[in-house]
């Protein structure tokens, strides 16, 4: 059974950093470009990084270029997200997410995790 | 950016009823249109992609059409278990990947 099992969240304060994780099972790893989408409390999805299957490009919104930085290990099938200098607008749940199709990056959004909360104190 | 609008922001419907959600793109996007469904306090779950494809295990009531700038998704006899919040997003124009803003459908 393919699964994505997010960890990392956690209430921080403005300005603080935090890490989250994305463990992915039951499927090639490398084969697939993975994704984080937020989704702030009451609100609708965001897409927020992106990182194709064998870890050679990197996308970004706006938003977090320059804070964010999204990373894979191979070697324990996981997903990154480093976040910076955070702010109280970053304050979501936060979403991996598995591309359908082997090969595409920033395709259809087919396996998702549970999702992971950040709150950002101010 | 590609901006996604859907219509209408919420809607209500009874069991039974047929039901179409509208999705507008602010450019051509082909057919690089996919649908989810959200359920409260759940992760969003993929029902259709490439505006027309039906995910495996996704019930075939559910149905997309569309290319271009406009699409739709159709729920022919809404279930008990559809109601639910439904969103578009692009994914033809990227980065970045836009999402519409959502449709919530409640119980009539």
């Known amino acids: 059974e393919v699964q994505l099992l997010e960890s990392g969240g956690a209430l921080v304060q403005r300005g603080g950093s935090l890490r989250l994780s994305c463990e992915a099972s039951?499927?090639?790893?490398?084969?697939?470009?993975m994704s984080w989408v937020r989704q702030a409390p009451g609100k609708g999805l965001e897409w927020v990084s992106a990182?194709?299957?064998?870890?050679?490009?990197?996308f970004y919104v706006d938003s977090v270029k320059g804070r964010f930085t999204i990373s894979r290990d191979y070697s324990k099938n996981t997903l990154y997200l480093q976040m910076n200098s955070l702010r109280a607008e970053d304050t979501a749940v936060y979403y991996c997410?598995?591309?359908?199709?082997?090969?595409?990056?920033?395709?259809?959004?087919?396996?998702w995790g549970q999702g992971t909360m950040v709150t950002v104190s101010s | 950016d590609i901006q996604m609008t859907q219509s209408p922001s919420s809607l209500s419907a009874s069991v039974g009823d047929r039901v179409t959600i509208t999705c507008r793109a602010s450019?051509?996007?082909?057919?690089?249109l996919n649908w989810y469904q959200q359920k409260p306090g759940k992760a969003p779950k993929l029902l259709i992609y490439?505006?027309?494809s039906l995910q495996s295990g996704v019930p075939s009531r559910f149905s997309g059409s569309g290319s271009g700038t406009d699409f739709t998704l159709t729920i022919s006899s809404l279930q008990p278990e559809d109601f639910a919040t439904y969103y578009c997003?692009?994914?033809?124009?990227?980065?970045?990947?836009?999402f519409g803003q959502g449709t919530r459908l409640q119980i009539k």
């Open positions: 997003q692009q994914s033809y124009s990227t980065p970045p990947i836009t």
């Open positions: 490439a505006a027309s």
């Open positions: 450019q051509s996007i082909s057919s690089y």
């Open positions: 990182i194709s299957g064998r870890g050679y490009s990197t």
């Open positions: 997410a598995k591309d359908l199709r082997m090969g595409a990056t920033l395709d259809a959004f087919e396996i």
């Open positions: 039951g499927f090639t790893f490398s084969s697939f470009a």
